[in-house]
């Protein structure tokens, strides 16, 4: 049951998606979670802060009488908003960075992109289905173990080595580019046997 209730957590996340002709995984959500951990933690911190402070429970009499003018008082609203906004940003970038890392598989390549979240760095990493020689996957303490994700270690001829970083179900994914890999290889013996026979 605990599995089951993980892996549609892992589906909200978007962790593998399906398509026409390609299976699409971004890293397991663990990894989002180690992202968005301590801005998010901060920002509901700030959050309770202004809300205490709002409520009258912690009034803030740093500045004593000053406070209450109100030109102070909103200059205090201002700050508390700008940093709110900050911690906002940060938790939207740390999420954008995360959703923006794609390792894909189509019916001919295999495909790794990362991106920054604003585009300005992109690398790019791919090469075709026939070059796979072999894929493996290696689980990293308890926590990949219990929640079943890994790294995914292809090695091909030409582009070297790719590595699937932390995507879940490491398994499956095996089997999935395997399964791949056959049907690209058995279409071009088709294609070829054909030629030849036009020949």
């Given at each position: 049951r605990l599995y089951s209730l993980l892996g549609e957590a892992g589906s909200q996340f978007g962790e593998r998606s399906d398509g026409p002709g390609e299976t699409v995984?971004?890293?397991?959500?663990?990894?989002?979670?180690?992202?968005?951990?301590?801005?998010?933690?901060?920002?509901?911190g700030w959050i309770v802060i202004g809300m205490a402070h709002a409520s009258g429970i912690i009034p803030l009499r740093i500045l004593g009488s000053a406070l209450d003018q109100p030109v102070i008082e909103l200059g205090?609203?201002?700050?508390?908003?700008?940093?709110?906004?900050?911690?906002l940003y940060a938790a939207w970038y740390q999420y954008e960075d995360w959703n923006n890392d794609l390792y894909r598989v189509t019916d001919d390549r295999i495909i790794?992109?990362?991106?920054?979240?604003?585009?300005?760095?992109?690398?790019?990493?791919?090469?075709?289905?026939?070059?796979?020689?072999?894929?493996?996957y290696v689980r990293h303490g308890p926590l990949a173990v219990l929640f079943d994700f890994g790294d995914l270690?292809?090695?091909?001829?030409?582009?070297?080595?790719l590595l699937f970083f932390?995507?879940?179900?490491?398994?499956?994914?095996?089997q999935e580019i395997f399964h791949r890999r056959d049907?690209?290889?058995?279409?071009g013996e088709r294609m070829q046997a054909r030629q030849e026979s036009r020949d």
């Open positions: 995984w971004h890293k397991h959500w663990i990894i989002l979670l180690e992202k968005l951990y301590t801005p998010l933690l901060v920002l509901a205090v609203i201002a700050l508390w908003t700008l940093v709110f906004v900050a911690l790794d992109i990362e991106r920054s979240p604003f585009g300005f760095e992109e690398r790019s990493v791919e090469t075709t289905l026939d070059r796979i020689q072999d894929v493996s270690i292809i090695e091909t001829a030409g582009a070297g080595q932390a995507i879940p179900n490491p398994k499956a994914a095996v049907a690209y290889r058995t279409n």
